[in-house]
């Protein structure tokens, strides 16, 4: 089972940059999340999905976009990076009707 | 909104030794979750529970519903077991898990 696949694992962008953190998931859960984790601090929910088409924002949303257009799929696009996006980002997903979350493995950003 | 504490912050602890880590939130919830992160790794989940008390292996999640407050223990501990111990609750919004809200984390060290 691959369960959430993230790529890019590690990437640097300069200030300015745009870039697409890519996530998938083969387990057919509705529900996707993307969350970010600095350093000492609790995971921060960017933006969530109920499904395909239907997206919406979560706590720290500003300077990010993301599209669901099949069940499978999850990307989270930065536009014009900045330094405060330099995070680990963590992709999730879940079924409502099972228990427990799905996590990704990760992506390292760093804005520079 | 949900504040979620956890303790402690840090934990050593030599190898064979029991370990508690707790976790208190404010308000009324779903579930509450376990969450596992080895340094530099992905999370992991390990528990969602409701009510009682679960176990799995050497570990064992417990809350309490009437004092919002739940504790992971750990019996005889192993090196391997070191990782960052995330807790976290989902609240009551249909029946849906999800939207998160992430204590954060507490360090455990275990020492051979």
């Known amino acids: 089972n691959a369960g959430v696949t993230q790529t890019p694992k590690f990437r640097i962008l300069k200030i300015g940059q745009s870039m697409t953190l890519q996530c998938a998931q083969d387990?057919?859960?509705?529900?996707m999340y993307w969350y970010r984790q600095d350093p000492g601090m609790g995971l921060k929910l960017i933006y969530y999905?109920?499904?395909?088409?239907?997206?919406d924002k979560g706590e720290v949303p500003n300077g990010y976009n993301v599209s669901r257009s099949t069940t499978e799929d999850f990307p989270l696009r930065l536009e014009l990076a900045a330094p405060s996006q330099t995070s680990v980002y963590f992709c999730?997903?879940?079924?409502?009707?099972?228990?427990?979350?799905?996590f990704g493995s990760g992506t390292r950003l760093t804005v520079v | 909104k949900n504040e979620v504490e956890q303790s402690p912050q840090n934990l050593t602890a030599q190898e064979g030794e029991f370990i508690t880590i707790n976790c208190s939130y404010s308000?009324?919830?779903?579930?509450l979750h376990w969450l596992q992160q080895h340094p530099g790794g992905g999370i992991v989940s390990l528990f969602m529970?409701?009510?009682g008390k679960k176990k799995h292996g050497r570990l064992i999640a417990t809350i309490n519903i009437q004092e919002k407050h739940s504790s992971l223990h750990i019996t005889a501990s192993h090196p391997r077991d070191s990782a960052v111990y995330i807790c976290?609750?989902?609240?009551?919004?249909?029946?849906?898990?999800?939207?998160?809200?992430f204590g954060k984390g507490t360090l455990l060290t275990v020492n051979p």
């Open positions: 999905s109920v499904g395909a088409g239907i997206t």
């Open positions: 308000v009324g919830i779903s579930a």
């Open positions: 529970l409701s009510s």
């Open positions: 387990m057919n859960h509705n529900y």
């Open positions: 999730a997903s879940s079924n409502p009707s099972r228990y427990g979350y799905t």
């Open positions: 976290a609750v989902s609240e009551y919004s249909g029946g849906s898990n999800y939207k998160l809200t």
